[in-house]
């Protein structure tokens, strides 16, 4: 593990955070150090099943995370019409954000998230794994496959 592991705080108990939380776990840069939900309870019964060490805060309410000084960064797994307003929090506490997708509603929620970051100096990342997914990797194999589809040039999509 690297000298100082960036600490974790998960906001929010949904069923991705499961997934995400086995990443951090294996992260040799990163450790869960608390978790925080609208009932501590339910809190409690996250950070048991799914590898929080024994050290790591559990807490009772979102805002108990985000008032964590011990807390490095914060995994949003929120409902994306809650984005805004904990993104932007956890920004103003000088946390660096991972926030599940869609990041926002709409672009002009995404920019003032992105604004909130880029003032208080914090990181923004995005729960995209698109680009580390084994399936990424087998299309780009395929799709490089002159026999396939002849030679590529470029790739367009219209959403």
């Not at 920004?91 to 709409?106: D, I, T």
Request: proline fraction near 6%; charge should be positive; hydrophobic fraction near 45%.
């Amino acid at each position: 593990m690297a000298e100082t592991a960036i600490r974790f705080g998960i906001r929010g108990c949904a069923d991705i955070a499961r997934k995400v939380s086995r990443s951090i776990t294996l992260a040799p840069i990163a450790t869960l150090y608390a978790v925080g939900s609208r009932s501590l309870e339910k809190a409690e019964r996250f950070a048991a099943a799914n590898g929080f060490p024994p050290s790591a805060k559990v807490y009772g309410s979102y805002e108990a995370v985000l008032d964590d000084p011990d807390v490095v960064a914060v995994y949003v797994p929120l409902p994306t019409s809650l984005h805004l307003k904990w993104a932007v929090l956890a920004a103003e506490k000088k946390k660096h954000l991972l926030l599940e997708k869609p990041v926002a509603l709409n672009v002009p929620e995404f920019d003032r998230i992105l604004e909130a970051c880029e003032f208080n100096g914090v990181q923004f990342m995005d729960g995209t794994m698109w680009m580390h997914h084994p399936r990424t990797a087998k299309m780009r194999e395929l799709l490089s496959d002159p026999q396939r589809f002849g030679r590529l040039k470029s790739v367009y999509d219209f959403l």
